[in-house]
């Protein structure tokens, strides 16, 4: 399964710098930057599953609740991808639109920092 993994991730990354080195690479960019928000979304979404499922006590969520729970590990990986996209923004350029989701993109890690705290001390 890693091995699969890994292939995914060089196929990916490979087909992303043939796009940077390409006659468009704003291209590139707004893939690079949907998918970031796409799964950034993902993950807080699941994340905030599971504090909700933990905050209220719900029986019903805890086979789900550990699956939910480990979404909250791509957050650093998240941080990490939004450092590359915010110090790419000088060579290209991005609209403002573009500079407000890379925004609410960096904050993401902080949010979910403020969850899990508040999910801890109610618990």
């Known amino acids: 399964m890693t091995l699969v993994f890994s ?7 490979g087909a992303f710098l043939f796009q940077v080195a390409g006659q468009h ?5 707004q893939a690079y930057l949907i998918n970031f928000l796409l799964w950034s979304a993902v993950a807080q979404g699941a994340f905030l599953f599971s504090v909700v499922l933990h905050t209220t006590k719900a029986r019903w969520g805890r086979p789900l609740q550990s699956l939910a729970e ?3 590990a791509f957050f650093p990986l998240s941080f990490i991808l939004f450092l590359f996209l915010f110090l790419n923004r000088a060579s290209e350029p991005i609209s403002l639109f573009g500079i407000l989701l890379m925004f609410v993109g960096g ?3 902080l949010i979910a920092f403020l969850l899990q705290i508040i999910a801890e001390k109610l618990a």
């Open 7 to 13: 292939a995914f991730v060089l196929v990916g990354l």
């Open 25 to 29: 690479p704003g291209k590139a960019w």
């Open 70 to 72: 480990s979404f909250a």
């Open 107 to 109: 904050l993401e890690w």
